[in-house]
C-alpha cells in the first residue's frame, strides 16, 4: 500500500505540475516498415515483446472490437478475439506486462462508459475487469498502478490493479494522447495537437515538467505517424498509424525509452 501511495502522489505531481515544452523536430526516419496482414479496421492501441505485437481495432460498421495478435516477423494474424461487453465495443490504447494485456473496452461516443479488462498473453481471454463511468481511450500499467486517460486524454484515472479509483486529474499539455506507456520511470504518451499535428511526450516523474517532446511526421498516406498506437522498449518505437491494410513502423530512438 505504501508503494501505490507514492505513486499516486507521484502521478498527481505530474498532472497538476506546470509542463515545460522542449521540442525536437521530426528528424528520425522508420528504419523497417511490416505490413500486417490481416483485417485490422479502425486501428487503435499496440504493445509487443520479442515475437509478437498486439494490436486493438474497432469496426463501427459491426459494432464489434477486436484484440489481434501478429507476428512480428512477418505481420502474419496469429489470433484475434472479440472484446465487446454490451454496449461497449470500442477498445483503446492498451498496455501489456509480464503475464497480462490490459485494455479498455468503452461505449463509441464522448462520457460513455468503459470496463478495464486484463487479458491472458497466454488465451487473451478476459481474466479480470472493473467498471468505468467514462470513455477511456488509452491505458499505462506499472507495476501497482494502471492510468488511464478518457477521450482525447483531458483527464486522467489512477486506479490500483484491483480497480479501485485513488485519483483524478487533468491533462497538463494540449496534446490528445491515444495510446500511454510507462517507460524509464515516467510515462510516454503520444497524439495529436491542436493543429492536428503529431507528436510524442515524454513526461517526467516526479518532476512534473514534460521532458522531451518529438514532433513527427506523416505517412506517405497522409496520415500523422501518431494518429493511433504507440509502443515503446527500450530504444525502438513502434507506430501504428494506419486503419487496415495497416503497416507497422518502426523507429531507433537515440536514447532509450523503456
Known amino acids: 500500500m505504501r508503494v501505490v501511495r507514492l505513486w499516486s502522489a507521484v502521478w498527481l505531481a505530474l498532472l497538476i505540475g506546470s509542463a515545460q515544452q522542449p521540442e525536437t523536430p521530426a528528424s528520425i526516419e522508420p528504419t523497417r516498415i511490416l505490413n500486417l496482414n490481416g483485417s485490422t479496421y479502425h486501428v487503435q492501441g499496440i504493445d509487443f515483446d520479442a515475437r509478437v505485437l498486439w494490436v486493438t481495432s474497432v469496426d463501427s460498421s459491426r459494432r464489434k472490437g477486436y484484440l489481434h495478435e501478429f507476428g512480428l516477423d512477418r505481420g502474419s494474424l496469429l489470433r484475434s478475439v472479440e472484446v465487446q461487453d454490451g454496449e461497449r465495443f ?44 467514462d470513455h477511456i481511450g488509452c491505458l499505462a500499467v506499472a507495476p501497482d498502478l494502471l492510468i488511464g486517460g478518457n ?21 497538463p499539455t494540449e496534446n490528445a494522447y491515444q495510446d500511454i506507456k510507462f517507460a524509464s520511470q515516467g510515462l510516454v504518451a503520444s497524439g495529436l495537437l491542436p493543429d492536428r499535428s503529431g507528436a510524442i511526450d515524454w513526461l517526467e516523474l516526479p518532476s512534473s515538467h514534460l521532458k522531451r517532446r518529438i514532433r513527427m511526421g506523416k505517412t506517405d498516406r497522409g496520415e500523422p505517424f501518431t494518429r493511433e498506437g504507440m509502443a515503446i522498449r527500450g530504444s ?9 491494410p495497416s503497416r507497422l513502423f518502426v523507429f531507433r530512438l537515440k536514447s532509450p525509452g523503456r
Open 90 to 133: 470500442h477498445p483503446g490504447g492498451i498496455s501489456a506486462d509480464a503475464s497480462s494485456i490490459w485494455m479498455p473496452v468503452a461505449e463509441y461516443r464522448r462520457d460513455g462508459s468503459s470496463v478495464i479488462q486484463r487479458r491472458s498473453k497466454r488465451t487473451l481471454e478476459v481474466e479480470f475487469q472493473f467498471p468505468v463511468q
Open 151 to 171: 477521450w482525447d486524454a483531458r483527464k486522467f484515472y489512477v486506479w490500483n490493479h484491483h480497480g479501485e479509483l485513488l485519483r483524478e486529474a487533468g491533462n
Open 236 to 244: 525502438e518505437l513502434l507506430l501504428l498509424p494506419e486503419d487496415g
